[in-house]
């Protein structure tokens, strides 16, 4: 430490000081009295209880807080389980604890039909769930599948897809659906486009014609019939599996260009889904019904007809048979392999077969 | 049983006996620093008497058992209590300056006989001697009065450092200041005190007392 500059009066501040020390004499010790007194208050000190950190609560005023705490405790868990079932709860719902797939598949026989054999068959979701039950027993070892539909497709995981295919008549050898009067003077459906567009079908005719509507009701999982338990060739079998919906189409003649397996078959003689069936070819369908105005005949046109999807679809497409709503998002491949039958109605009676082939450009 | 007092027991454990209460380290504890404070005291005033000093350090070291929780050890333990001495120091003579200004104190005659043995009372005087008080006594009592005139910083700092004769850092801990700040601040108070004491010593026309 530098020293300070040089006061005078630090002169005379040490020479007092060294002046009293002079003075003091001996040195300093405590007298016993003094100790004592000090050692009293050392004693005193010991003996006094340090400060409580917190208020100490007396004993009388316990039995006046317990309620007030229990009552404290008693309204927080009431809050807090209102608050757990006001998140958690919904109305009608039950909780299925042993369930726990991600996946909102079924039945694993939905989830595996697909590699095997059966295609699952997309279901509105209108239809009662038990449909499977009302699968019609000559369906044969296949069950029936049905799978959940959650029928829309924006809700199905993704957005709305259209797709359209152009059909054009084709021409069916005789004797086939003979209770169907052919009406060839009345220009309808011969030409015509169809169109998916989300869950809606639209039928675009050659003069402009537009018949709108959407999907029947049901499909129905139909395995091919077992050539063996059917007692050889069931041609021309129709198998109704569900009433007035769940259909086993087998394929006619007009499906001779459906696909080039199915061509073969039927230049065979046999029907394609009795041909196949060992190979598991299936084909499904879905109905629809689409209503409009004619045009050119100024008549009201209502269409039921059928989708037929053949199983030699693209393999990557298969995962849009999980749902109606994913089918007709995603029938652009389907529709180019597909065929379109059904009848319509012109006016009050006059039917017109429709079985439509697709038309490549 | 009380331990030998060859016993090297360093200051802190020390300490942390006596907050226990350990009646020996307290005895241990006014045997190492009693003398010390004794000496302290005695300088802070140039009338001050042993007896008068005995007092102080009684008030000092009730003080300390008192408060020796709040020893945090930032200084030594010397210098914490030579501020506590200070301080009952500056109390003590409040109180007997109050006394006088009050007429507080009893006064008797010289003359007068103790009425139980009857004889006369042979008080002695508290100057060391005639010489001694014409020399320099007027001359203390003026450098006290003007240290009295300080403020209590300057006083503080002014009496710890050449009554209590401790250094620069000793300082700084016990004033938690920074010992440049030390330096300056001791600087200025001389400067202060020697503003004030010169015209004290010019109008007594006394040079420099007698060592």
Aim: a positive charge.
């Amino acid at each position: 430490m530098a020293d300070l500059p040089k006061h005078t009066i630090d002169d005379r501040l040490r020479a007092y000081a060294h002046r009293r020390r002079r003075e003091a004499g001996g040195p300093f010790s405590l007298p016993p009295d003094g100790r004592r007194l000090l050692q009293a208050e050392v004693e005193r000190q010991s003996t006094v209880p340090s400060a409580p950190s917190c208020p100490r609560i007396p004993w009388y005023a316990w039995p006046r807080l317990r309620p007030a705490w229990s009552a404290v405790l008693a309204l927080g868990a009431l809050a807090g389980l209102a608050l757990v079932l006001r998140t958690t709860w919904v109305p009608g719902r039950t909780v299925n604890l042993a369930k726990t797939t991600r996946n909102s598949r079924p039945a694993p026989a939905a989830t595996e039909a697909p590699s095997v054999a059966a295609p699952v068959h997309p279901v509105r979701a209108a239809s009662p769930a038990p449909a499977a039950a009302r699968s019609s027993p000559a369906s044969g070892p296949w069950p029936s599948v049905v799978a959940p539909i959650s029928f829309g497709a924006p809700g199905n995981g993704g957005a709305v897809r259209s797709s359209s295919q152009r059909f054009v008549q084709a021409s069916a050898p005789d004797g086939i659906n003979p209770p169907i009067e052919r009406t060839s003077t009345v220009s309808v459906l011969k030409d015509f486009r169809l169109e998916t567009v989300g869950e809606r079908f639209r039928v675009i005719d050659t003069d402009g014609s537009v018949y709108e509507g959407s999907p029947l009701p049901t499909i129905a999982a139909a395995p091919a019939p077992d050539p063996q338990a059917g007692g050889g060739r069931t041609d021309r079998a129709r198998t109704t599996s569900v009433v007035g919906s769940s259909r086993h189409e087998p394929l006619s003649d007009s499906a001779r260009s459906f696909s080039a397996r199915t061509r073969m078959e039927v230049e065979k003689g046999a029907p394609a889904g009795e041909v196949v069936a060992g190979d598991a070819a299936f084909v499904f369908s879905i109905p629809f019904m689409v209503t409009g105005t004619n045009r050119t005949l100024n008549q009201q046109v209502v269409f039921e007809g059928r989708l037929v999807l053949s199983r030699d679809a693209p393999r990557s497409d298969s995962a849009v048979l999980t749902s109606v709503g994913a089918t007709t998002n995603g029938l652009g491949s389907w529709l180019r392999n597909s065929m379109v039958r059904g009848h319509a109605t012109v006016g009050q009676s006059a039917k017109v077969e429709v079985n439509a082939m697709p038309r490549v450009p | 049983m009380k331990p030998d007092a060859s016993d090297s027991v360093n200051e802190a454990d020390l300490i942390a006996r006596c907050r226990r209460g350990n009646t020996w380290a307290w005895d241990d504890l006014f045997d190492r620093h009693y003398d010390a404070v004794g000496r302290f005291v005695f300088q802070c005033s140039p009338d001050f008497t042993r007896e008068d000093v005995e007092e102080i350090c009684q008030e000092t070291f009730l003080t300390v058992v008192r408060r020796i929780a709040s020893f945090r050890g930032a200084s030594a333990f010397q210098t914490w209590l030579f501020r506590i001495a200070l301080n009952r120091t500056r109390d003590f003579r409040e109180r007997r300056n109050a006394a006088k200004r009050g007429s507080g104190r009893s006064h008797f005659s010289l003359d007068s006989t103790n009425p139980p043995t009857g004889q006369s009372l042979d008080v002695q005087s508290p100057d060391p001697s005639p010489d001694d008080a014409l020399a320099g006594r007027e001359q203390m009592a003026l450098l006290r009065q003007a240290i009295d005139r300080l403020n209590d910083p300057c006083r503080e700092i002014i009496e710890l450092r050449y009554f209590g004769d401790l250094s620069y850092e000793e300082l700084a801990s016990v004033l938690n200041l920074n010992p440049k700040t030390v330096s300056s601040r001791l600087s200025k108070c001389l400067d202060r005190l020697e503003g004030i004491a010169r015209p004290l010593f010019e109008r007594e026309n006394l040079g420099p007392f007698p060592v």
